[in-house]
């Protein structure tokens, strides 16, 4: 796996007070999840991100949908997705590609920011060095950094 030390820091001053976020996770893979969305939730509290709603859908194939309702009911800035989609070796990743895809084809089309955080690995090994506790990586923390920062540009901009 690679090393996650050519992540960009957040940057300065970033801060999310005042901003509506809303988390959809899935509920396969469970306990990846829980990290993923720990280290989300913990990076929303540090840029003072209050009463984040929180929604659970079936798998990764229903989180473009439910993006697409919350997105529309225009009471949110920003999105955050989470999951886990772990493929067996040869296995074709059609899940976590669909997901993207739906996610992104909402996001163009609203203008509202949809961080993605749904990983995609070949072993669940895999999956839990990328949703480490506090101090290591967790694509989850990566998610909420990008949320924010997205919800800013957004703001700017309209």
Avoid at 109 to 114: E, K
């Amino acid at each position: 796996m690679a090393p996650h030390d050519h992540r960009p820091s957040p940057p300065n001053g970033l801060e999310g007070e005042g901003l509506r976020i809303a988390i959809v996770r899935a509920r396969w893979h469970p306990t990846i999840v829980e990290r993923l969305a720990s280290g989300a939730k913990r990076v929303l509290e540090e840029l003072d991100v209050r009463g984040v709603e929180e929604h659970t859908v079936p798998g990764c194939f229903e989180i473009p949908l439910a993006v697409k309702v919350i997105v529309e009911s225009r009471t949110v800035d920003a999105l955050i997705c989470l999951g886990a989609v772990i493929l067996g070796e040869g296995e074709e990743d059609i899940i976590s590609r669909e997901c993207a895809r739906g996610v992104q084809n909402v996001q163009r089309a609203t203008g509202v920011p949809v961080a993605f955080g749904v990983l995609s690995t070949r072993t669940h090994s895999a999956a839990l060095a990328k949703s480490s506790d506090e101090g290591g990586y967790n694509a989850g923390e990566d998610a909420a950094y990008v949320a924010v920062e997205m919800s800013r540009l957004v703001q700017r901009y309209h």
